[in-house]
């Protein structure tokens, strides 16, 4: 029989998931209903695909999407290694004494305020790559892909040494037994047994960097282009809503950055399903 105590705590935590899952689909119907107009009459396929030159009436969120892809995709390819080669150092290559502070230290970066990075990005890293490579500002794609890369990868780093901690010790002692290194140890059964994890971290800090705000809106440039290189200046769809946001709010403008965040919303909707597929797959393979 359930304690009572239990059956508080179960009740609870379902009208805790019943609240978020409510506020999730709130929030979604209510950019559906605002940005409903945009689709009724047709604009949506024209904003997704077109330009963005209000002068000539053209709104399209097209330049924002491809920003924003390139600078979140960018961001994490730079954090993957780095991240990786942290949390093998943590979790099985570094002394002990040494992971602890370590790790601490991957805590507490966690705790940073974004806008910080975003300060450090500009007076210290937009200078660095505007001298390096002698072109632009240097606040492009390269610049806020590299401090997105620093923003994630705590959170990679946490998680990929998570992971690590959940390989059986049974397979940890064999390979000991056989007089393996820590090397060979972490690449030949904990990287193999937690690619499901090293998968699943790298996707959910790919949506993370795409839902990031103030990085691309300090560092990116925020210029309403397609970039042709990682020197370029871009803006993404959060930098984009932020700038718009106090535009007429009866004019296509305006209205386009519900579409923004619907296209968002897709996005990270893309890669829970991506998180959900890759752990179903997995659970049935070890099966």
Not at 63 to 84: C, D, E, K, N
Request: hydrophobic share 50%.
């Amino acid at each position: 029989m359930m304690r009572p105590q239990e059956w508080i705590a179960e009740k609870v935590f379902f009208l805790s998931a019943i609240f978020s899952v409510t506020i999730t689909l709130t929030i979604f119907g209510f950019m559906v209903i605002l940005g409903f107009p945009l689709i009724q009459k047709g604009h949506a396929l024209s904003l997704l695909s077109k330009p963005w030159i209000p002068e000539n009436g053209f709104y399209g969120i097209y330049p924002m999407i491809i920003g924003s892809l390139a600078i979140s995709s960018l961001g994490v390819a730079i954090a993957f290694p780095i991240s990786l080669g942290c949390a093998s150092m943590i979790s099985v290559l570094g002394p002990r004494p040494l992971n602890l502070i370590m790790r601490k230290g991957v805590e507490l970066m966690t705790g940073i305020p974004t806008v910080i990075y975003g300060f450090v990005g500009i007076f210290l890293l937009v200078p660095i790559v505007r001298e390096l490579f002698k072109q632009g500002s240097g606040l492009c794609v390269l610049s806020a892909s590299l401090m997105l890369a620093l923003l994630v990868s705590p959170t990679m780093i946490l998680f990929f040494s998570d992971s690590f901690s959940q390989v059986p010790q049974s397979y940890l002692t064999a390979i000991e037994a056989l007089g393996g290194s820590k090397v060979q140890k972490l690449y030949h059964i904990i990287l193999p047994y937690t690619r499901k994890g090293l998968l699943i971290g790298t996707l959910l800090a790919f949506g993370r960097g795409l839902g990031d705000t103030l990085i691309a809106l300090m560092l990116a440039g925020n210029a309403i282009t397609v970039p042709g290189s990682l020197l370029d200046s871009a803006r993404t769809l959060t930098s984009h809503i932020a700038l718009v946001i106090a535009a007429d709010y009866e004019s296509l403008e305006f209205k386009s950055i519900f579409l923004c965040g619907m296209v968002l919303y897709l996005f990270t909707t893309l890669v829970i399903v991506g998180v959900r597929f890759i752990g179903i797959r997995e659970d049935r393979r070890k099966a």
